[in-house]
């Protein structure tokens, strides 16, 4: 074996009964969440897709200007205009379709002598469940208060309850914010947001935005909630394509697997978390495979297992038995494809690999 340099990354499963994310999350604040986390991710082609579902299933041309306008504060600027932008095109595509969409209804004016800070500083506080003062950078401070939690929640076209609906979301999209996404799933249910609304959350960007997205949130509701919760490794759909349920194979692995045929002979196969396939021999033919993506393993017969990471190449002579899959808290991706391929190649496809012999020889790493 011999290491290569290839992109890897990160993401993972645990599925929410999607009925009970449909009784938890009004269709209206599912697309709240959906277009927040593909605004924060910066993916304008799911983007207008799911505002396109949003303005069908209620939300109206107000609230969805509102929620991408307030992810400025938490996003940036840029995904916020870029986001803004795409649902103008949305707007005038349906328009020239003939929908009418509901305009809604724009903020109500502030009342004369408003005071941004003092009326920050006490939605801050009900946010945080006590008060809070960033004493470190007081500018910045400042503009928490006045602007973010002042200006901005002052605006009524959107809930407190709404806009941490919002928040929470875009903030699962973003790598490397974990700690304040742990503060915003505690912050939201100060502000009105139940706790079977944020359970469903995860699942809901699970289907429409991502699994590393969903799994922050997993995460965070762990740290918040307690809930019962295995973290897992996940892998970007995006660099290596997921493909589809690999059904004509099914029969010969644990757990689900998919298969995206790529050029040149090779395909992409992506197992979930545990899935692995039988216990197999390539005869007349050399089975080559590399890594890309999450963690796994390849065992031949009667010796030990080789970990599988990203660059991770293995050749597997001819004649050999053995399997290959994921590791039981990682999805894995590895391109394969056969070489040396003689007259009468074919596969043999022998027992399963047993949850005993998986447990016992396979620890995580």
């Known amino acids: 074996m011999k290491p290569i340099l290839l992109a890897a990354f990160l993401l993972p499963s645990m599925i929410i009964n999607a009925q009970n994310m449909d009784n938890a999350l009004t269709p209206r604040r599912q697309g709240l969440a959906v277009m927040a986390a593909l ?10 897709k799911a505002a396109s579902e949003a303005l069908d299933n209620g939300l109206t041309i107000s609230e969805a200007k509102e929620a ?3 992810l400025y504060a938490y996003t940036g600027f840029p995904r916020s205009l870029n986001a803004l932008g795409t649902l ?5 595509q349906r328009e020239a379709a003939g929908i009418q969409d509901n305009p809604g209804k724009d903020a109500d004016p502030l009342p004369a002598g408003y005071d941004a ?10 946010l945080s469940g006590k008060p809070f003062n960033y004493s470190f950078v007081p500018a910045t401070d400042y503009y928490l208060k006045a602007h973010l939690f002042g200006d901005i929640f002052a605006r009524n076209t959107l809930s407190f309850a709404d806009r941490e609906i919002v928040t929470v979301s875009a903030i699962s999209a973003l790598p490397g914010c974990e700690p304040q996404l742990v503060a915003h799933v505690s912050g939201a249910r100060n502000m009105g947001v139940s706790d079977a609304e944020l359970r469903a959350l995860p699942a809901l960007l699970e289907e429409k935005v991502g699994l590393a997205e969903a799994e922050r949130l ?3 509701l762990k740290a918040v909630l307690g809930d019962d919760h295995t973290s897992v490794q996940t892998v970007d759909f995006s660099v290596w394509p997921k493909g589809q349920p690999n059904t004509a194979y099914a029969q010969y692995f644990t757990g689900n697997s998919y298969l995206a045929p790529m050029d040149g002979g090779v395909a992409n196969v992506t197992f979930e978390p545990g899935c692995r396939n039988n216990w197999h021999i390539h005869h007349k033919q050399v089975q080559v495979l590399i890594c890309v993506a999450g963690r796994g393993w390849y065992q031949e017969w009667g010796k030990p297992a080789v970990q599988l990471v990203p660059g991770t190449i293995v050749e597997i ?13 990682s999805w894995m991706q590895h391109l394969t494809f056969h ?7 074919s596969n043999e496809w022998l027992e399963p690999v047993s949850d ?9 790493n």
């Open 356 to 364: 005993e012999h998986y447990e016992a020889n396979l620890t995580r």
């Open 39 to 48: 605004e924060a991710k910066g993916d304008q082609a799911g983007l207008e």
């Open 88 to 92: 103008q095109r949305v707007l005038a």
């Open 218 to 220: 997993r995460e965070a």
């Open 117 to 126: 800070l003092k009326q920050g500083t006490a939605v801050q506080t009900q």
């Open 339 to 345: 070489k040396d391929v003689q007259d009468g190649a």
């Open 317 to 329: 002579p001819e004649g050999v038995k053995h399997w290959h899959g994921a590791a039981s808290d």
């Open 68 to 70: 991408l306008s307030h």
